[in-house]
């Protein structure tokens, strides 16, 4: 019964005490649905230095004991979260209170004061931005991309998707996680980028990047960007322990100062 039907109900019928009850527990839970939540403690210095012990015991293990993450797991660097476009003190205690499905982050069965501590944390080693300076220069960042990197990547319109799109990157990474990104590849594979060689009876040697997979199949986007599923029972082989297909870029393929170009260029793109 929507709450709509219960008050048309109350202007009709003789006012029961439970239909009112009712439609007051309705328009209770849709009105803190939809209300954007501010940080009740946001005024509260102590509250920052309590949410630090907290994120020691609980968070770092995953997003470092700076919050700058771990890109070995791919958690993210939690400094930087604060640009991206939309992101609001709601959304990160969302986040930490519900985890992000499809991912390790966790949800959190926390008391509301303690998430709250935890966003108050959050919020004082936020690097707004402005702080990571971008001293390339994004015109030449710009013919270096599409020479380089769009074969496999977009960052707005166009561009390949072998790889992730790059385009919010530096608001998710820090410049030097995403330099070590592009000088070793293998160190660090993306989730949803993971490399693997199969071969059938009528397909041997595919590589690509593995995009679902059940029991009994797997679908994987092969080295030409075409989407092609397998059967796992008609595989004769699998590898999965291999590199990354993003090749590695070293300094005599491109400069430290062309690399800070892209960057640039990157970042002028959110
Ligand atoms: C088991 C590892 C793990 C633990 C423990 C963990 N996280 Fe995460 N967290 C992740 C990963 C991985 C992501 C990225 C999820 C995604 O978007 O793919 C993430 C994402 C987040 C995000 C969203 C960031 C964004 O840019 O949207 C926030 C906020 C966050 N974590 C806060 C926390 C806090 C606070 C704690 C401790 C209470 C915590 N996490 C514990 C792994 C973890
Ligand atoms: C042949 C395809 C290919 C080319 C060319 C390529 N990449 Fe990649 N890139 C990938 C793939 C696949 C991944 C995901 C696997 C991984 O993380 O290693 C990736 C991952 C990345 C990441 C990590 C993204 C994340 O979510 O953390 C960065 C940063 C990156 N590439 C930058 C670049 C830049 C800059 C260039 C050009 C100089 C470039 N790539 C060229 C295929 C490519």
């Known amino acids: 019964m929507t709450t709509k039907s219960i008050f048309y109900q109350c202007r009709i019928a003789p006012l029961k005490p439970f239909v009112l009850f009712a ?4 328009f209770l839970i849709a ?9 009740p403690l946001a005024s509260d210095p102590r509250a920052a230095q309590a ?13 470092g004991a700076d919050a700058k993450g771990l890109s070995s797991i791919d958690a993210p660097d939690l400094t930087l979260m604060w640009t991206q476009p939309g992101m609001s003190e709601d959304r990160v205690f969302t986040r930490i209170q519900a ?10 069965n926390y008391p509301d004061t303690e ?12 690097v707004t931005g402005s702080i990571e300076e971008f001293t390339g220069d994004e015109n030449s960042g710009a013919r270096l991309f599409t020479a380089h990197c769009s074969e496999c990547h977009r960052a707005g319109i166009s561009g390949g998707s072998l790889g992730p799109n790059l385009e919010l990157i530096t608001l998710r990474r820090s410049q030097a996680a995403l330099r070590s990104s592009v000088r070793e590849p293998s160190s660090s594979i993306s989730r949803g980028y993971k490399p693997i060689i199969l071969s059938t009876s009528s397909a ?28 796992k029972s008609d595989l004769l082989s ?17 400069s430290d100062s062309q690399l800070d170009d892209i960057l640039s260029y990157l970042h002028q793109q959110r």
């Not at 009105?31 to 940080?39: G, L, M, W």
């Not at 690509?208 to 030409?224: C, H, P, R, V, Y």
């Open 31 to 39: 009105s803190t649905a939809s209300a954007q939540q501010t940080n």
């Open 238 to 254: 699998q590898d999965r322990d291999i590199d990354s297909l993003m090749p590695a870029f070293t300094e005599e393929q491109l």
């Open 204 to 231: 041997p040697n595919v590589s690509g990047i593995i995009k679902g997979e059940d029991a009994f199949s797997i679908q994987i986007l092969d080295s030409n960007q075409r989407l092609r599923g397998f059967v």
């Open 115 to 126: 998430i709250w501590m935890l966003v108050s944390y959050l919020r004082s080693v936020a």
């Open 23 to 26: 439609a007051f527990a309705a």
């Open 99 to 108: 985890g992000v499905p499809g991912s390790i982050m966790p949800p959190h």
């Open 51 to 63: 949410g630090g012990v907290i994120f020691r015991g609980q968070c770092a293990t995953c997003h």
